[in-house]
């Protein structure tokens, strides 16, 4: 699994990419503020398993 790390400029300048490479690529980046990890972006089939959507009524 790939890892990539990037300042909050940048990441915003390319969001969509990264959240293109998180979902078909199963990237994940580490967003930092000053030098220090504050956030990712991560597969959401890394933080919990698949299931079915839930369906408004």
Do not use: C, K, N, W
Request: no cysteine; glycine share 10%; hydrophobic share 35%.
């Amino acid at each position: 699994m790939a890892e990539d790390e990037m300042g909050m400029r940048e990441a915003r300048a390319s969001f969509g990419d990264l959240i293109g490479r998180a979902e078909y690529g199963g990237q994940i980046t580490y967003i930092t503020r000053h030098g220090r990890r504050v956030a990712a972006i991560v597969p959401l089939d890394r933080i919990r398993p698949e299931r079915p959507e839930a369906v408004d009524e």
